[in-house]
């Protein structure tokens, strides 16, 4: 896994938030639903209880009003909701004739409620007859019954369908914010260096993934021990190997000062060679054993340090490499900032790169050490940069990445070196808390190596 999210369907969060929000808009789907066909029996029902009312009071009456006029006023009892009133007979069961508007109801509705077509609408009408034989019906257009029965549900449903996507979006930012620790803890292993074998802090985090993360820091403490052990073997062996190796040495030189034939010696050269390439890479190893050593959190916490003397150390050892490949070798600009020490780890890291640089820029090339600071460069960026720049074939980029491993070589540059030079500045650096990149040189041609250090002060 490279770090990123998975797809969105294997993501717990995802599921969480869809699961949960699901089940709110389906529960609030069948309470709508619900609610919705109880709202509408209820209203149905009031309007029946109403009708009821309406015929009782009605049944009081002693006579019908004799004009068709003032029984045609009488009967209009709710104009917007469609109530009206006719009478089906006149006391001692007399049959009254229909008004000139609809609906008009025949007498042979029985008493009651009762839901009848009348002039092609249908009503529901309640039918009472009383003491008198007086029938009346009270009736309410079916259609009208309906949309304010409708009205009232909706009326009821509308809180539960506003609610639920609100609590649907509620539940996934609960969610997120829930899911947030999980993705700080991500970053913080993200963000660690290899060399780092502190415990993850989980303080922060649900218990849940506490035994989780107690278990990715025992992981964490076996890699260290294991990498610390394998640190000291190569280490021990470079070691034990060295007292061998300069017996060797020795040997080679002394049967140098012997009698020996050319072919002879044409060999001892060879020999002699070996052994001190041999030699280079056991103290290669033995410094990148040494750099890598030390509990975590130590980078950039050395004394300060001059950089300049560092590089000017450094040249002392290598001006008369430079001279012999007639490189001219020069250290550019005046600033002498100060950097998190140690003076010796700086010095191996300038080293490896102005060696680097002779040693891979053809004879009669320039090597310019240029060191800038912050404030000299007018950025005030807070680093001192620090560049080693030849006039050399450069590292193809996409090298650039691989050259920082331990025993990579780019092929065809005919030098000879233990491939080390570069991961033990890589292994400095990280440790400093500096950082190394490989640039063009401005002019096009060579090695622009760049290591930016975290300021001090100027010096
Ligand atoms: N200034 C440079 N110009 C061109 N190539 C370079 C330069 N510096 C490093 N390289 C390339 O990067 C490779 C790795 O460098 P590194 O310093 O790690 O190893 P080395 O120089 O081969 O051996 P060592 O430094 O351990 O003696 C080198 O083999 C070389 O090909
Ligand atoms: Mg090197």
Known sequence: MDGREGPLASSLRFRLSAWISATILAGAALAGVYSYVAAT??????????????GYIISKLDAVPASPQARERAGDIDFDARIVLRFIAAEGGKPVACPSRPPCFTSELVDGLQTVNAGGEQWRVYVRTNAKGIRAAVAQQAAMRDAIARADAIHTVTPLLVLAPLLALLVTIVVRVMFRPLRTLTTQLGARQEHE???????????????????????IARTARTMARQRRFIADAAHELRSPMTAMSLQAERLAASEMSGEARTRLDALSAGIGRTRILLDQLLTLARTQEG???????????????AILECLEDLVPLAEAKEI?????GDADPLVAGPLVDLKT???????????????????????????????????????????????PP????????AFYRVLGNGQIGSGLGLAITA??????????????????????VHVQFPALRSG
């Open 41 to 54: 029996g209820d209203a149905h029902r009031l309007q029946d209880v109403q009708l009821r009312q309406i």
């Open 197 to 219: 074998s502190g415990e993850l802090d989980r303080s922060a985090l649900p218990s849940e993934v506490w035994p989780f993360v107690a278990e990715i820091n025992r992981l």
């Open 295 to 309: 509990p975590a959190g130590q980078e950039s916490g050395g004394d300060p340090v001059s950089l300049k003397r």
């Open 328 to 332: 001219d070798l020069g250290v550019v």
């Open 349 to 395: 890291l300038v080293k490896n790169l102005i060696d680097n640089a002779i040693r891979y820029t053809p004879p009669g090339g320039r090597v310019d050490v240029r060191v800038d600071t912050g404030s000299a460069t007018g950025s005030g960026d807070g680093w001192v940069h620090l560049h080693v720049e030849d006039t050399g074939p450069g590292i």
């Open 398 to 405: 996409a090298e650039r990445a691989r050259v920082f491993d």
């Open 427 to 448: 292994t400095i650096a990280a440790r400093m808390g500096a950082r190394i990149t490989l640039d063009d040189t401005p002019g096009g041609a060579g090695l622009d």
